[in-house]
């Protein structure tokens, strides 16, 4: 994947002494040339030079906020993930996507095509059915990183329902399906979906915090093409999710729409 082997050829401390000089000279440059002052050095303790130097470095700064983020967007769309934009600018994919929300999106009404460099014929549609936002960002998260996903999220049974049987509604691809879900669970869910007709050909793998053996029994017995348990480590959750992706998205030939 584009960015996953992103490696900086300086120290941090290093890249922030060039980078201090560059800004440096480039900040002494601008405040002269707005002062109409000749090129050479001006004269210290000049209160009028400092304030003008301080306003520039500032605008600067807000400069770098706005080519910063249009970055983080540009290494979105070439296939890079949160952990690889956070590891560019020194911090975890928490960090990064707090600063830069919204790389990667998802909507709980309609699919939206994720930003991605690798476009296949159509983008595959999935139908997350999840009630806990966090977890639903790092599904959400992992597949895009994967290549072109419309994603649907809805967060209990009766939705995921109400929106696959929509009259113009898409078929997804694949359905990633949680079991401990409000008003309808995963379990009730999986079993309405496979003894509908017109619904039972879609793939449905239960991604679930439940390792309980009446959990997976039930679920392979309603028909799940796959029960995987969710990992507690982020970079776990990750794999796991991308492996599921690759194996029906990528690897299992899908029945046509």
Not at 155 to 173: I, K, N, Q, Y
Not at 179 to 203: C, F, T
Not at 236 to 244: D, T
Request: aromatic share 4%; proline share 7%; glycine share 6%.
């Amino acid at each position: 994947m584009p960015g996953k082997d992103f490696v900086l050829r300086t120290t941090s401390e290093e890249t922030a002494a060039i980078a201090d000089a560059r800004i440096g000279d480039l900040a002494h440059r601008l405040a002269r040339q707005l002062q109409e002052e000749a090129p050479a050095p001006p004269a210290s303790g000049d209160p009028a030079y400092a304030l003008t130097l301080l306003h520039i470095l500032d605008q600067l700064q807000q400069a770098t906020e706005r080519l910063q983020r249009q970055a983080a967007t540009d290494a979105a769309r070439a296939g890079a993930g949160y952990p690889q934009i956070g590891a560019a600018c020194d911090m975890t994919r928490q960090g990064a996507r707090r600063r830069w929300p919204g790389l990667f999106h998802h909507s709980n009404e309609k699919p939206t095509e994720l930003p991605t460099m690798t476009t296949p014929a159509r983008p595959f549609d999935v139908l997350l059915v999840e009630d806990d936002v966090a977890d639903a960002m790092l599904i959400e998260e992992a597949l895009s990183e994967r290549g072109a996903r419309n994603l649907v999220q809805v967060t209990d049974g009766v939705a995921a329902l109400e929106h696959l049987r929509t009259p113009g509604t898409v078929r997804p691809d694949l359905i990633v399906l949680d079991l401990n879900m409000p008003r309808m669970n995963g379990h009730d869910l999986l079993k309405v979906l496979k003894s509908d007709e017109n619904l039972q050909a879609i793939p449905v793998v239960v991604l679930t915090t439940s390792t309980a053996p009446d959990d997976v029994t039930g679920a392979y017995t309603s028909h799940a093409n796959a029960y995987v348990t969710k990992p507690v480590n982020l970079d776990a959750f990750e794999q796991a999710v991308q492996s599921i992706d690759a194996f029906y998205l990528d690897t299992a030939t899908r029945p046509h729409p």
